[in-house]
């Protein structure tokens, strides 16, 4: 068996030789890296262990031209620039602390917080110790030590001394303090570059595929995290609010790379060789699927938004953004050309998946099997399988009972689909309108628990205006004020007799099989019932 020996070297670098690399753009921090995460409790860590002397670990670096990538310990090396610089820019975000430093014998102590003003005690402020020069380092140390502690005697003043200047050694002095540094050379093969991101980032560590995927895209093709980013801002402008996850773009595009799959393997180390593979087969269609990918979710961004008035990601009707992504793959593979019967049962088995909360758990299991349905071009299947996993084939009261969200999303639909006005003004019920309980909440506390007070027979959509005009009413109050027409557009049950609290359980019954009704008529309208 053969073996190939190191691709790189391992250099030994100072603290600053690592800081100003970053901060004069010598390191960069490649697209496919997080933004920094570390909180101050791990920052006073960092810095507490290179004061002892302690080892941070391993730096690696990919030198690629005349610059120097970082592909593993990014977190420590943006700590080490923001404790030397008190701050520290990454992506156009700046980040700023202030650490500090207490150096009294058997006291010493480092402290991050958010805010300039200085802890009580004797601290001193980190970043202000590190800009000093060798020389004046040395008479600020001794000053410091003989007017802060002129009570101490000489050993007492000369250790504190001491301390200051070993904490500015550590970050300037290789005989004080090094960092283990691994380069690798630029000419080392990608698969080889590859294989060492992977296993010191994913190896043993339970991660979202999207982690992997994103951050082995980028490494194959420069820029594409960029692409991906530049992408959600731009739907960010669209009229309304559609913020679409980093996960749901990522994995349409490796849906439509991979013919129908979003989990390529069941471990992570195999996930990442698959994709890879992928990436080095489909190396000249990277650009067509990228377009594919951002025309795919923009058409079925205009879709929801033209059939059943979505108007953004934080809409009701988007409990949430999973279903783009097999509505997505559809699309694409029918070439942007559907029938008037295939975008209503689109539309259908949009609401129905998304009431069913499919893919709340084995997200990624869930999707591979419905791609791999609409491979078959069958959206038959992919609403029969969605009602097999609600493990029935129509709506009941069963499924109107209660006050989950999925729950509030379909009575949105219901009202939005039929064209409802709102209950005080002349304007059709929308997406964006406010929970509001006919039976008021204040009215029923003392008579009901919670689950049926919130119970989804209770709710209906309003505008904000309304909301409040109605307050506290009881509904035989203010039903007098609202016309009939009004009342049977919500669903809202008008025999009087059923608006007591004495009859309100009654009340919930009745409105709940109307709701029930016309949920399955609102399925079978755009055939997604079997």
Same mark, same amino acid.
């Given at each position: 068996?053969?073996?190939?020996?190191?691709?790189?070297?391992?250099?030994?670098?100072?603290?600053?030789?690592?800081?100003? $690399?970053?901060?004069?753009?010598?390191?960069?921090?490649?697209?496919?890296?997080?933004?920094? *995460?570390?909180?101050?409790?791990?920052?006073?860590?960092?810095?507490?262990?290179?004061?002892?002397?302690?080892?941070? $670990?391993?730096?690696?670096?990919?030198?690629?031209?005349?610059?120097?990538?970082?592909?593993?310990?990014?977190?420590?090396?943006?700590?080490?620039?923001?404790?030397?610089?008190?701050?520290?820019?990454?992506?156009?975000?700046?980040?700023?602390?202030?650490?500090?430093?207490?150096?009294?014998?058997?006291?010493?102590?480092?402290?991050?917080?958010?805010?300039?003003?200085?802890?009580?005690?004797?601290?001193?402020?980190?970043?202000?110790?590190?800009?000093?020069?060798?020389?004046?380092?040395?008479?600020?140390?001794?000053?410091?030590?003989?007017?802060?502690?002129?009570?101490?005697?000489?050993?007492?003043?000369?250790?504190?001394?001491?301390?200051?200047?070993?904490?500015?050694?550590?970050?300037?002095?290789?005989?004080?303090?090094?960092?283990?540094?691994?380069?690798?050379?630029?000419?080392?093969?990608?698969?080889? *570059?590859?294989?060492?991101?992977?296993?010191?980032?994913?190896?043993?560590?339970?991660?979202?595929?999207?982690?992997?995927?994103?951050?082995?895209?980028?490494?194959?093709?420069? $820029?594409?995290?960029?692409?991906?980013?530049?992408?959600?801002?731009?739907?960010?402008?669209?009229?309304?609010?559609?913020?679409?996850?980093?996960?749901?773009?990522?994995?349409?595009?490796?849906?439509?790379?991979?013919?129908?799959?979003?989990?390529?393997?069941?471990?992570?180390?195999?996930?990442?060789?698959?994709?890879?593979?992928?990436?080095?087969?489909?190396?000249?269609?990277?650009?067509?699927?990228?377009?594919?990918?951002?025309?795919?979710?923009?058409?079925?961004?205009?879709?929801?938004?033209?059939?059943?008035?979505?108007?953004?990601?934080?809409?009701?009707?988007?409990?949430?953004? *999973?279903?783009?992504?097999?509505?997505?793959?559809?699309?694409?593979?029918?070439?942007?050309?559907?029938?008037?019967?295939?975008?209503?049962?689109?539309?259908?088995?949009?609401?129905?998946?998304?009431?069913?909360?499919?893919?709340?758990?084995?997200?990624?299991?869930?999707?591979?099997?419905?791609?791999?349905?609409?491979?078959?071009?069958?959206?038959?299947?992919?609403?029969?399988?969605?009602?097999?996993?609600?493990?029935?084939?129509?709506?009941?009261?069963?499924?109107?009972?209660?006050?989950?969200?999925?729950?509030?999303?379909?009575?949105?639909?219901?009202?939005?689909?039929?064209?409802?006005?709102?209950?005080?003004?002349?304007?059709?019920?929308?997406?964006?309108?406010?929970?509001?309980?006919?039976?008021?909440?204040?009215?029923?506390?003392?008579?009901?628990?919670?689950?049926?007070?919130?119970?989804?027979?209770?709710?209906?959509?309003?505008?904000?205006?309304?909301?409040?005009?109605?307050?506290?009413?009881?509904?035989?109050?203010?039903?007098?004020?609202?016309?009939?027409?009004?009342?049977?557009?919500?669903?809202?049950?008008?025999?009087?007799?059923?608006?007591?609290?004495?009859?309100?359980?009654?009340?919930?019954?009745?409105?709940?099989?109307?709701? *029930?009704?016309?949920?399955?008529?609102?399925?079978?309208?755009?055939?997604?019932?079997?």
């Amino acid at each position: 068996m053969s073996w190939r020996f190191t691709l790189g070297k391992t250099e030994s670098w100072t603290i600053h030789d690592i800081v100003e $690399g970053l901060v004069k753009k010598k390191i960069d921090i490649p697209e496919f890296q997080r933004d920094f *995460v570390w909180s101050d409790n791990q920052i006073e860590m960092l810095i507490e262990s290179i004061y002892k002397g302690y080892p941070i $670990g391993l730096i690696i670096l990919w030198q690629e031209g005349e610059k120097l990538y970082v592909l593993d310990g990014q977190q420590r090396i943006l700590s080490l620039v923001l404790i030397k610089e008190g701050k520290v820019e990454t992506r156009g975000k700046l980040e700023i602390r202030y650490v500090w430093f207490n150096p009294e014998p058997e006291k010493e102590a480092f402290k991050v917080t958010k805010r300039k003003r200085k802890p009580r005690g004797k601290w001193l402020n980190v970043s202000e110790i590190l800009s000093m020069a060798s020389a004046k380092l040395s008479l600020f140390a001794s000053e410091y030590a003989n007017e802060e502690f002129s009570d101490r005697d000489e050993k007492f003043r000369n250790k504190v001394a001491e301390n200051i200047s070993t904490l500015w050694s550590r970050f300037y002095k290789t005989t004080a303090f090094t960092v283990p540094v691994y380069i690798i050379p630029e000419e080392a093969e990608l698969d080889d *570059v590859y294989q060492i991101f992977t296993r010191v980032n994913f190896a043993g560590t339970r991660l979202r595929s999207t982690d992997i995927y994103l951050s082995l895209m980028e490494i194959r093709f420069p $820029g594409m995290s960029k692409r991906v980013r530049d992408f959600i801002k731009e739907l960010r402008k669209l009229p309304g609010k559609w913020d679409l996850e980093y996960s749901i773009v990522t994995k349409t595009f490796i849906a439509l790379l991979s013919n129908g799959r979003v989990k390529l393997a069941s471990r992570v180390i195999d996930q990442s060789k698959s994709l890879n593979d992928l990436l080095r087969k489909r190396k000249r269609d990277i650009d067509r699927i990228w377009e594919t990918t951002q025309h795919a979710l923009r058409f079925s961004i205009k879709l929801l938004r033209n059939n059943i008035r979505i108007s953004g990601t934080d809409s009701n009707l988007m409990p949430a953004q *999973v279903p783009l992504i097999p509505l997505s793959y559809y699309l694409s593979i029918k070439n942007f050309e559907i029938s008037h019967i295939e975008r209503n049962m689109l539309i259908g088995w949009y609401l129905l998946v998304s009431f069913s909360r499919r893919y709340s758990s084995s997200t990624d299991t869930r999707l591979n099997e419905d791609l791999q349905i609409i491979n078959q071009k069958s959206l038959e299947g992919l609403i029969k399988r969605t009602w097999e996993f609600i493990g029935k084939r129509r709506f009941d009261e069963e499924d109107l009972t209660g006050y989950e969200r999925n729950k509030y999303m379909l009575v949105n639909a219901i009202l939005v689909s039929s064209n409802a006005k709102d209950l005080k003004f002349d304007r059709s019920v929308t997406d964006r309108d406010e929970v509001h309980h006919i039976f008021p909440q204040s009215l029923l506390e003392d008579y009901f628990d919670r689950s049926k007070i919130d119970d989804i027979a209770n709710i209906t959509f309003v505008s904000s205006e309304t909301n409040r005009i109605l307050g506290d009413k009881l509904p035989r109050e203010y039903f007098n004020e609202i016309p009939e027409d009004r009342l049977k557009d919500h669903l809202i049950p008008t025999d009087r007799e059923l608006l007591t609290i004495d009859r309100y359980e009654e009340f919930l019954k009745t409105r709940r099989r109307l709701l *029930v009704d016309k949920a399955n008529e609102m399925l079978r309208k755009l055939n997604a019932l079997f």
